[in-house]
């Protein structure tokens, strides 16, 4: 199922495209040790360094995510004329990133946030920073840096607002206005409590308790919020805005309705820098072609690694290839459903304004013949679901000797073919109640029926869909392979 995201990001390290970053970077610095004993002089852990590390954070973060996924990335953010300003500006161009547009001021520190660790756990952390807004002096030297940056039109900006004085509001809006007039989408991290100098942008990111801030609604009343946040998109004149929500996964709300996408970590250790992940990612998802849903999906692929880490760790184009080989694995069974878990994905489909196909048949024994019929099956649209005899149906159909595989193992074989996004086992001597319900497309059958002999032929005919006749390959039959066993 996650065949055409492994696509894309294969993609991304052969494309031409530039992403921007504009935004409050930072010097992360990591102190790592043990905690043995307590502080003699005072009630507080006594940590043994036995490392430490400097990352890039913020706005810094988000290119490194997205020039480890393997795009062009070019960075606009402010540094102090400091030691911590060095080692940021260095750690940048070594992940690739190009820092020319990268501004110094003499007036403010490098953003910097020192952590001290006692093994996995943090015991405390020092942060040197300004969130003064900027002063004429840098402003003007910030606006001449965004207009020669966009002067070479990146193909998508990203704003990462951590509020400390880079992204303020006649920044935020004349960054916005710029990209408009010149056609370059725009998607943003926000923060504060009013989100009005990101209107016009295309996204905003904000997670679920940046949600509620905004919205001015309690964090656990889900609907409510949900609720509010569509209301929010409308009012700043947003495509969508996609509520990052931890455990819960993330919630989009476009034009149309308001979906979501369940989590998929399987141990979270650290959740720094997830948002920074989610935002990068779902801009190389929509860079490269991805529709909304696809793109937040391998957003969320992609943060599930990095929650995964200890501090903050950018995501590399390795790492997600691997972890969407491993969900491709595990979601094999997942394409099993039931009518309540088909509907719900049929929901997604049609959101997507993909072409759904439904065949059905008992597909006992495997065979070339099947597989070669279910390919030129989903050619026919986007998304194949398979109907699956029963093995009461089968006996029903074929005799008391067949199925000669039992249905769940029939259908554990059939979900692992790449050509089929869904089974589900039917019970009826027809599978017309499931036609019905799902309203597919296409129907595909086999050649060797005509069009007035397949049943919901008709029906699919009403709703503007039609049948599709797949030739089948000759010599082919699990019937000739149970003679052939039996002489």
């Avoid at 990068?280 to 995964?308: E, K, R, S, W």
């Amino acid at each position: 199922m996650n065949e055409h995201l492994t696509e894309t990001v294969r993609q991304f390290s052969d494309s031409k495209k530039v992403a921007l970053v504009i935004g409050d970077v930072m010097l992360d610095r990591y102190l790592m040790g043990n905690v043995n004993r307590i502080s003699p002089e005072a009630p507080v852990p006594v940590v043994l360094l036995k490392k430490s590390e400097d990352r890039a954070g913020g706005a810094a973060n988000v290119a490194a995510n997205l020039s480890g996924l393997g795009l062009h990335t070019q960075i606009i953010g402010c540094i102090g004329e400091d030691d911590a300003g060095h080692t940021l500006n260095k750690l940048m161009m070594e992940n690739g990133i190009d820092t020319s547009h990268i501004m110094k001021s003499q007036f403010r520190p490098t953003v910097s946030k020192t952590r001290v660790m006692g093994g996995n756990q943090q015991i405390v952390r020092i942060d040197d920073e300004s969130s003064a807004i900027f002063n004429p002096q840098e402003s003007a030297e910030l606006l001449t840096q965004v207009a020669l940056a966009l002067s070479a039109k990146p193909f998508m900006v990203i704003l990462s607002d951590y509020a400390k004085g880079l992204l303020s509001d006649n920044t935020c809006k004349a960054i916005i206005q710029q990209c408009r007039a010149l056609d370059i989408p725009v998607i943003a991290d926000p923060k504060g409590h009013d989100y009005s100098k990101y209107k016009g942008a295309n996204a905003l990111t904000p997670n679920k308790k940046e949600t509620a801030e905004a919205c001015n609604v309690p964090m656990h009343e889900t609907e409510a919020l949900l609720q509010a946040a569509q209301q929010l998109k409308d009012r700043l004149g947003l495509d969508f805005i996609a509520i990052t929500r931890g455990e819960e996964g993330i919630s989009y709300i476009d034009h149309e309705q308001i979906q979501h996408i369940s989590a998929t970590a399987k141990k979270v250790f650290d959740v720094s820098g997830a948002g920074d992940t989610v935002i990068a990612t779902l801009a190389a998802g929509m860079m490269h072609g991805l529709n909304t849903h696809d793109a937040l999906q391998l957003a969320n692929i992609a943060a599930a690694i990095v929650v995964g880490k200890v501090g903050t760790v950018p995501v590399s184009q390795i790492e997600l290839l691997q972890a969407l080989v491993s969900e491709d694995k595990l979601s094999q069974a997942d394409k099993i459903c039931d009518k309540t878990q088909l509907m719900s994905l049929i929901s997604q489909w049609k959101a997507n304004h993909e072409k759904i196909v439904f065949t059905n048949g008992c597909f006992d024994l495997l065979h070339a013949g099947h597989v070669t019929y279910l390919e030129a099956a989903k050619k026919t649209g986007d998304k194949l679901i398979l109907g699956l005899n029963t093995d009461r149906s089968v006996s029903a159909l074929k005799g008391p000797t067949r199925p000669v595989i039992h249905e769940q193992d029939r259908a554990r074989v059939l979900a692992a073919l790449a050509a089929v996004d869904a089974v589900i086992l039917f019970d009826e001597d027809t599978p017309i109640n499931l036609i019905n319900a799902i309203q597919p497309d296409v129907i595909a059958k086999g050649s060797d029926y005509t069009e007035a002999q397949v049943v919901g032929a008709k029906e699919v005919k009403s709703w503007g869909g039609r049948v599709a006749l797949i030739d089948l390959v000759a010599g082919r039959s699990t019937s000739g392979i149970l003679e052939k066993i039996a002489s």
